[in-house]
């Protein structure tokens, strides 16, 4: 398994792609979907709804577990991926393509994200 190095990693297995026109795209990382198994269920943040750093945002449900989603920064959503709500199971699948779960324009990005080789050494993935 190996983390995109362009990507940063939230100690909670999230990650963030750099900002495009000060969007930025969230999803959970391969270990999280792995550790979650298979993804059934998502509930994901309305556009124009408010995520904060930190603080719960959604839901995942897996046939082993439900887990909360958390942003990994402050900021406006702006999108929501509907094939992921049409199709959970791209979460696992394609964790870092197709699976993405949402877009934030951001307002503030905390200190504490971490980069790829940070994340794979905190992870063990």
């Not at 990507?7 to 990382?29: C, D, M, P, Q």
Request: aromatic share 8%.
């Amino acid at each position: 398994m190996s983390n995109p190095q362009q990507l940063r990693y939230s100690k909670e297995h999230e990650w963030l792609s750099g900002a495009e026109n000060g969007v930025s795209t969230v999803g959970i990382t391969e270990h999280a979907a792995n550790a979650l198994g298979d993804v059934v269920y998502v509930q994901l943040p309305e556009v124009g709804a408010t995520v904060t750093a930190g603080e719960t945002c959604g839901e995942l449900e897996s046939t082993k577990s439900v887990s909360d989603l958390y942003s990994p920064v402050t900021g406006e959503v702006t999108e929501v991926n509907e094939d992921v709500s049409n199709d959970p199971s791209l979460v696992n699948s394609a964790p870092f393509e197709g699976g993405w779960l949402f877009k934030v324009r951001v307002a503030d990005e905390p200190g504490d994200l971490l980069s790829a080789d940070e994340y794979t050494a905190f992870s063990g993935s």
